[in-house]
């Protein structure tokens, strides 16, 4: 014997070895729940003040759809971060926009990504756009515990469907309700004032550089009423967050294009701040 400790034997754990569901969640929820954002919960009483994403706008164009998000997150009266993404691409075909609870909003997303990922290397093919709306839709109905403390997470998911050669928009509520829009929609504190320059702004066809210049306006009028938005910060060189997806997959706008778009709404609202027609 030459007295060196036998070496350890290094193997997975018997529940990787199996075979299992195609959903990462569920196998996540059945090994290591407490791994999962719903895995965890506050005591009764407990409050936390976290940073919050705000607003969120999205709109079909022609070729398919587009999704913005201002950068600003927020703690009360505070400005928690002055760059934030909250426009993620979800896989190679969708996105998703966070508003609600910063941290838990980001995790859900990371998570949801590994989710479809895991979908498409078990079951060897991409799934359809709605069935991702929908599991995205039971994640959020996960985090319903901690909604109910204050920890809520809303997001917007867009995609373009390849069964239908059409982009499409999906909204929900805190108890994971899924619901299909239409031209447009916008989530978030500054919603209300981005959903009403949308109404004005968005019509059936729009090209994609069109829609890109809808998309920022909204959310600088978003900004112009709710000081929890962020409006782009020229000094800071700050712009929205575009992300367009087609046929061609997801791609997001470059910041000299952006630059280029807010510089010419600020001078065409130089003498009309309000943008009255």
């Known amino acids: 014997m030459s007295g060196r400790p036998e070496p350890r034997a290094h193997r997975l754990d018997d529940v990787y070895l199996s075979a299992g569901t195609s ?36 709109l079909l164009h022609e070729g398919g759809v587009i999704m913005a998000g201002d950068r600003r997150a927020t703690m009360g009266n505070l400005i928690a971060n002055r760059d934030m993404q909250k426009v ?7 996105v998703v926009g966070i508003a609600g609870t910063a941290g838990l909003a980001v995790e859900l997303v990371r998570l949801y990504q590994v989710e479809l990922e895991h979908y498409e290397k078990i079951e060897g093919m991409i799934m359809s756009l709605e069935g991702k709306a929908n599991r995205l839709a039971s994640m959020i109905r996960g ?21 239908t050669d059409a982009g ?29 320059a949308l109404k004005k702004l968005w019509r059936p066809g729009l090209s994609e550089e069109r829609g890109i210049e809808i998309a920022v306006e909204a959310l600088y009028d978003a900004a112009d009423d709710d000081s929890a938005t962020g409006g782009p910060d ?44």
């Not at 993620?88 to 969708?94: E, I, K, L, T, V």
């Not at 967050?241 to 087609?246: D, E, F, K, R, W």
Request: net charge negative.
């Open 23 to 58: 959903s990462f969640t569920d196998f996540l929820a059945s090994y290591r729940p407490e791994l999962l954002p719903s895995g965890r919960s506050l005591p009764p009483t407990a409050s936390i003040e976290a940073p919050h994403g705000t607003t969120i706008v999205s």
């Open 88 to 94: 993620f691409a979800a896989d190679g075909y969708s």
């Open 143 to 163: 985090n319903l515990g901690l909604a109910m403390q204050g920890l809520a997470v809303v997001p917007v998911y867009a995609g373009y469907d390849l069964e």
């Open 168 to 196: 499409r928009i999906f909204s929900y509520d805190v108890t994971g309700g899924c619901y299909t829009e239409g031209g447009h929609h916008s989530t978030g504190s500054g919603s209300l004032f981005a959903r009403g």
């Open 234 to 277: 020229l000094g800071r060189q700050i712009w929205p967050s575009v992300a367009v997806v087609n046929a061609s997959g997801v791609h997001f706008v470059a910041d000299d294009v952006l630059q280029g778009v807010v510089e010419s709404i600020i001078a065409a609202r130089r003498d009309n701040p309000g943008g009255a027609r």
